[in-house]
């Protein structure tokens, strides 16, 4: 009877040793995904691994596997172990591959970084200021904040801002920023600004009756703000030294073009020499202006004889050069 029944042993214990082995087997290239309760993710992808900690021979990729989409910087989205199940599955892997345990969900929050207003502002006044053509000391640079806070993901943030076209960054304008994150464009801000730069400029010191020939007694310096001045100015007094006044100037009035004219050195009619220059041979004459003209200017005279007419240039000493 003991020797019918070895057999059978034998095999009993063969066939065990095979389910212990094979279980052994099956232990050993199980997955297991141990799903967190709460997760911190940088995006703009969640990946297997940012939620759960994963033991297995396949451990390196399941983690690498992306999941869904991470939630806004500063956002939660709460992911669901069956749907986890659902993607891992999709991918290729057998349900008999990995086991997930741990929480039925985890939260996953995007992480962010915030910038505030003031910072916003402090960036692009920085901007302003490097790149303006005036001197910080002698200007003002006042920004309209934007409306809200930047909330960015977690990376290299760069911010960069450019003129709307046009804007010389004197008077009011509008900056356009670029939020950068590792080197892409996340987000696009709008700023006001006004920029007002002052410099020195001529003034009139006293009454200038009409007609009368300006000194430099006349003028002087004051500080006035360059966006104002749409009709262009003076900087510096010697420009204007000797030219006559258009109208009568009051004091304290900024000087410009349509206040001041180059005096006029010759009349109309009036007889003026003329010097023709050929190489070194030069040769003067006489002939009558066609019009009145100030030093720099181009004149058209009449020879006295011939009346043929041509064009000359009006020396500061009165007499006009044909080239």
Known sequence: MNREQTPHRLLFAWAAAAVLFLAAVRADALNVVLLRDEAFVKGPQVALGDVADIEGAEAEA?????????????????????????????????????????????????????????????????FIELEMPWDPANATVDIDPPTSKLVLP?????????????????????????????????????????????????????????????????????????SAMRNGYYSDPEELAGMVARSTIFPDTVLTSRHVMPRRIIKRNQ???????????????????????????????????SKEEFQGIVREDGIVEVY
């Open 154 to 226: 977690e990376g290299d943030i760069v911010l960069e801002w450019r003129p709307a076209a046009l804007f010389q960054y004197l008077g009011k304008g509008t900056m356009r920023g670029e939020a950068l994150v590792d080197g892409q464009v996340r987000d696009v801000i709008y700023c006001q600004v006004n920029v007002q730069a002052y410099g020195d400029v001529v003034v009139a010191s006293s009454d200038i009756p009409r007609g009368a020939i300006i000194s430099r007694g006349d003028l002087s310096v004051a500080k006035r703000a360059l």
């Open 271 to 305: 007889v003026v020499t003329v010097e023709v220059r050929a190489g070194t041979l030069m040769v003067r004459d006489r002939a009558q202006a066609m019009s009145n003209a100030a030093a720099g200017d181009i004149i058209i005279c009449q020879r006295m004889n």
């Open 62 to 126: 399941l983690a690498g596997l992306e999941i869904l989409p991470a939630a806004a910087p500063g956002c939660v989205k709460r992911i669901h172990a069956s749907m986890l199940r659902s993607r891992i599955m999709t991918a290729g892997y057998r349900p008999e591959d990995f086991e997930i345990t741990g929480a039925e969900s985890v939260n996953a929050t995007t992480l962010c970084v915030e910038l505030t207003r003031e910072m916003l502002v402090d960036d692009l006044r920085r």
